[in-house]
């Protein structure tokens, strides 16, 4: 990936509104979409999900497409917001309500959003870093980078 910019995240290259429906989380989705979880240009071969959290004040379902790491029968995300010191807005909707909808390759499936036990959030930062180098960069003195499960309800 390119610009250090991973889906979901805000960047001064691809500033995203906070309900992360903006133009370039549009084209992203309408792409895996279109390619059952195909996506190209600088995510190519990039383990993409789109998330689809239930908006804390709004109630409406709000979509943002996310790299994943699986581990064992669940897929873990990672709310880095490109390093942001601000949690994303996706992650305050799905702690608000961890009821999602996990969209990976052509499969569309409930699951229920949980953080990581903090026991486990080392071994699966050290994994997506060694998968993704570039990951490294969105670790932040100012907040510790949430890490959510995603297990199929």
Excluded: C
């Excluded at 804390?56 to 880095?80: I, N």
């Amino acid at each position: 990936m390119t610009d250090e910019k991973a889906p979901g995240a805000t960047t001064r290259h691809h500033p995203e509104p906070a309900d992360g429906t903006g133009e370039f989380n549009r084209r992203v989705i309408a792409e895996f979409r279109a390619g059952k979880g195909a996506v190209g240009g600088e995510f190519t071969g990039t383990p993409l999900l789109l998330l689809t959290v239930v908006g804390a004040r709004s109630g409406e379902p709000r979509t943002t497409p996310l790299v994943h790491l699986p581990d064992g029968d669940r897929l873990v995300v990672f709310a880095s917001n490109g390093g942001s010191p601000a949690h994303p807005a996706w992650y305050r909707n799905l702690v608000a309500h961890p009821e999602v909808t996990v969209e990976v390759g052509a499969e569309r499936y409930p699951a229920l959003a949980a953080p990581v036990d903090p026991s486990e959030h080392e071994r699966l930062w050290a994994r997506q870093i060694a998968a993704q180098p570039q990951f490294a960069g969105f670790r932040t003195d100012a907040r510790t980078v949430p890490l959510v499960a995603l297990t199929r309800a």
